[in-house]
């Protein structure tokens, strides 16, 4: 049976990629993201096994996509502006919600809390 594809990839490893596209240096990579450079070079290993490319090529003093890699770049801009949309939290207003709400309290919290409650 073949390997699921996703379950070969960490969303880390893609944000790494990303950045290194961005700022092709593995120290700034490092910086940004916190890590240590041998864990940014890690996650870019991981993908060039996984993507069978080697995505970035060192040329000189620098660090140059390959094709696949540049055809990458915005699939993994959208990536993470979806991944972002998923994980930020909906805002709470109790103004706007239509549901039922069960409050236990005892007699006095009830004198105190429900006429607050009510009038509001």
Do not use: C, W
Not at 70 to 90: D, F, G, H
Not at 92 to 97: G, W
């Amino acid at each position: 049976m073949a390997k699921d594809p996703l379950s070969q990839l960490e969303l880390k490893s893609l944000r790494v990629l990303a950045l290194l596209l961005q700022f092709p240096s593995i120290t700034e990579v490092a910086e940004k993201m916190a890590m240590q450079p041998s864990s940014v070079t890690y996650h870019l290993n991981k993908l060039r096994q996984t993507l069978n490319d080697p995505l970035l090529v060192q040329v000189g003093k620098k660090m140059e996509p390959t094709e696949r890699a540049r055809a990458l770049e915005p699939k993994l801009s959208e990536l993470a502006a979806n991944v972002e949309s998923i994980l930020q939290s909906a805002e709470f207003d109790p103004k706007n919600i239509n549901r039922e709400f069960q409050i236990a309290v005892q007699n006095i919290g009830a004198e105190v809390l429900l006429p607050t409650l009510l009038n509001s």
